[in-house]
């Protein structure tokens, strides 16, 4: 397994642009046309569901924006107002997310993002069970080449580095599959540039994510 698949690397929670535009391609425009829907989401509900790092937090971040939504963090019900983006709800105890999928036409949406699709989330009311059976879902796959291009490109811009075009082609056939692995590698590459006043090309990455073999990739 080559370093740059293992590398993991603490980020800032804020790392990254959390309002690029979302990177439409094969993996993710069906989810992104029922996210855009809004507001005309059947009960005005929909649940997000998709694996980590599939894009889940930014395509909802964008839809909250839009619809000026609120993060739910525990408010009394009897508080709320407008729409609502409710993380990881398959967490959430039975009991209160029975009470926001009844409120939902009342909010004007209700945004519910997951790893799984509700079918699988624990539910012991047995009215709960049917309503999340019945929500409509818009899945994630993993990114692929497209997405990940796109994520790689925001994080750089970001982080105010124009790479060596051969850069993308090489971290995309050897990178993980995710958002955290994009920004960990944009990251990597930032310091490594910075502490050696290089820029940032197919060699730097060749020498910091694969020191033992630097002539390994040479033909790839």
């Known amino acids: 397994m080559s370093a740059l698949r293992q590398l993991r690397l603490p980020l ?9 535009p979302f990177a439409a391609s094969p993996v993710n425009r069906v989810a ?37 939504a609120q993060t739910w963090d525990g408010q009394p019900l009897d508080t709320l107002t407008g729409p609502l983006l409710i993380e990881d709800a ?9 009470h926001l999928i009844n409120m ?25 069970r049917s309503r999340l059976n019945a929500l409509t879902v818009a899945e994630l796959a993993e990114p692929d080449d497209a997405v990940l291009a796109a994520m790689l490109e925001n994080l750089f811009e970001a982080s105010g580095i124009r790479p060596a075009a051969d850069v993308y082609p090489y971290l995309l056939r050897r990178m993980e599959r995710s958002a955290a692995a994009a920004r960990a590698v944009v990251h990597a590459l930032d310091e490594a540039s910075a502490a050696e006043r290089r820029d940032v090309n197919r060699a730097l990455a060749r020498e910091l994510f694969e020191p033992a073999n630097t002539d390994m990739f040479d033909d790839a």
């Open 12 to 20: 800032p929670a804020t790392a990254g642009p959390a309002r690029a």
């Open 32 to 68: 992104l046309a029922a996210v855009e829907a809004w507001p005309a989401w059947p009960g005005a509900l929909l649940a997000l569901v998709g694996p980590e790092g599939s894009g889940k937090s930014h395509l909802a971040s964008l839809w909250q924006a839009r619809a000026g």
């Open 90 to 98: 398959d967490r959430l105890d039975g009991e209160t997310l029975f």
């Open 104 to 128: 939902a036409p009342n909010l004007g949406g209700l945004l519910l993002t997951a790893r799984e699709r509700p079918v699988s989330w624990p539910a012991a009311l047995p009215d709960l």
